[in-house]
């Protein structure tokens, strides 16, 4: 069976194994790819039986797909936007001779998202490839919107519209759809070059163009209207490095740079409310500015016995230069001169990361992670008039604030294995950071944890861990004076605010079939994982108070015979915030329960090599239900009220099936099935829903659609 063939399934299984507490991860740091292997010498491994290869292999797949449905994130995730019966061809050309290698390999052609890739190598001398890949996100088909260009820099009204004051008033029937469509467009280029037997270079290159349809919001004073606005952006990177091999080290340096060009540098659009007081009728928005980055890195790796270093350094700049758009394209507005034509702004970036490892002869093993991150804003803060929304100048001036940001952690631990399969683990990390033109300077976290893991009679793994951390900081001091707060009041903002963690995690596994005579489950697993985490704001009246998270994992694998095994896991989750806050800044008189619960469940068989080893199927369906509901009791108002913020139910099935018809021709046949329904009140953006609100008639997703697929792949 192919390998993308089975991609999703595999990525399940993979990912509950990893979960679910493999011997691997509880022993880690004594598994056999820790082993000391530096005096071994590779270099004189030779084959001397092994023929020379030389030969060509050519594949094409030939599909036939039929799809129920072109809705947008049903079209994101098959990659493809067409209803109905379609075809697409992958082909794989691959030649080897002597020391040579070359491959071209194309994806999905015919279809939207499509990729291809040419490789080029010799051994012990170079690696050159060039890619390139069109992806393509999908959304709403059919948005609504009064504008007759949507996606242009200057969004225009037909000339017969109507101002009118509320979107009731405006007529439906006049409105033009449009598609919420992005793609990406990327070509990668890379050379790497072994210039002697411990030397290398290499030099990559990515150009990306993103070109579409998103949606976002413009007002003029208390009028929102959701603008088409067009997409038409493009990023090139550009990263060249080398690196050094010694005999117990390696060294590397590399340069990186990043240039983001945004062709369109702002938005105006024509209101479609009748004009208020200060004349606007039309507004602006500047969109993402162009900017650069460039960066050095340094990186240096010492092995030597039971010793390991690593250090990174990394210096960077970024910058942006953007020209300032006008205080107000309103002609009835008179504004001062800008202080300054762009904002010349400057950001230069140091970090550092420094790893050392060191394991003694005996069971312990130590290490320490130092980790800087540095980012120091040099943009100049001047004085701003302050417009509001192109109708009033207002006698107040704002100042832009050149955040800057300094992240110190430290974390040291240590691990000690008292018998095979079994450790202790404990540790400490602090975590600092501080910051400028903000409410607290300097926070600081300390947290210690406590682990141990082990195997004995007949469970497979267990573990248990303990946690704590303890976050505090330098006095706080509020920025933002214009919402008057009493004085008896803390608040404190919950990502600078003092705080007490506490978590709890514990699993288990075991064979429960280990003693019993029997060839049908004997190897069955069973993984059990559970898990609890509090979070406690205890120096804030407002804000959030309290969050409180808990979990329960469950799987079970058996392979029933060397062909067939099952996987069936679930996956249970619970978050409750509990916040609290005032209406009229003099005391509390408000309280707010969020309670989030999602639940998951899938379950996949695979057979494989049936028919004399000709077939393998493969069956995946996954289940999953989210709700999140918020519970607000208000003593002002004598009230309690109970709303559902957010309702997901989502169920796919996955059906595969690959059949060898003879040494060059295979079969593959596959069913897709998704349903997906969404109710959520922040993406309802009906036209006419608020008075002052102009939609785009698009509410939350609703998806009940298949996909069918069926090929055949012919090798030369």
Known sequence: MNNSTYQSLLNRITLVTLLHFSVGALADGFSLKEANTKKIK??????????????????????????????????????????????????????????????????????????????????????????????????????????????????????????????????????????????????????????????????????????????????????????????????????????????????????????FNNKRSSIRWQSPYSVLFGGAESGQLSTEPDNQFNQVSIFGHYRHNNFELQARFNYGQLSQKESFLPYSINPLLITNTLPTNNLNGEIKTLSNHIKIRYKTENKWRISLDSNLDDRKNNTQSNDYQRVFTDSVVLNSVAMNRPYSFKKTQVKLQSKYRFIEGSQLAFGWKFDQRERDFQDRNKTKNNKYWFKISTKFASLNSLSFELSRALRDGTAYNRTDQNTLINDALNLQKYYQADREREQARGQVSFNPFKNINTEALINTEVSFQAYFSRDQYRQTDIGLIESKRRGIDLSLTTPFNKHVSLLIYTHNQWQDNLSQGSYWFNEVDWHSDQEDKSDSAGISLMAEKLLDGKLSVAIDYTYSYAIGNVLLNTSLLTSITNNNELIINSQDIKVYADYIYSPDIKIHFGVLYQYFDEQDWRFDYTIDRVANVLGNGISAYNIDDYRITGGIAYQF
């Open 42 to 259: 590779k270099e004189k491994w030779v084959c001397k039986y092994c023929p020379a290869i030389s030969n060509t292999t050519a594949r094409i797949t030939i599909n036939l797909n039929n799809n129920s449905g072109d809705e947008g994130r049903f079209s994101s995730a098959i990659g493809d936007n067409k209803k109905g019966i379609g075809g697409n061809v992958d082909v794989d050309v691959d030649k080897r001779e002597q020391d040579k290698h070359y491959r071209f390999l194309a994806k999905d052609l015919g279809k939207e998202n499509v990729s291809a890739t040419l490789l080029a190598s010799k051994t012990d001398s170079y690696k050159a490839s060039i890619a390139y890949e069109a992806l393509n996100y999908f959304g709403h088909t059919f948005a609504l919107t009064p504008f007759i260009n949507a996606g242009n820099s200057s969004l225009q009204l037909p000339d017969n519209w109507q101002r009118v004051a509320t979107t009731s008033e405006m007529p439906s029937d006049s409105f033009i759809h449009f598609s919420k469509q992005l793609e990406r467009e990327s070509w990668r280029l890379s050379f790497d070059k072994q210039i002697t037997q411990n030397w290398q270079g290499y030099i990559h290159f990515k150009s990306e163009n993103k070109q579409g349809i998103k949606t976002t919001s413009g007002n003029i004073l208390n009028k929102v209207v959701m603008l088409p606005n067009g997409v038409d952006q493009q990023h090139q990177q550009f990263n060249m490095g080398s690196y050094y091999t010694f005999e117990n080290a390696t060294l590397s340096v590399s340069y990186y740079k990043s240039d």
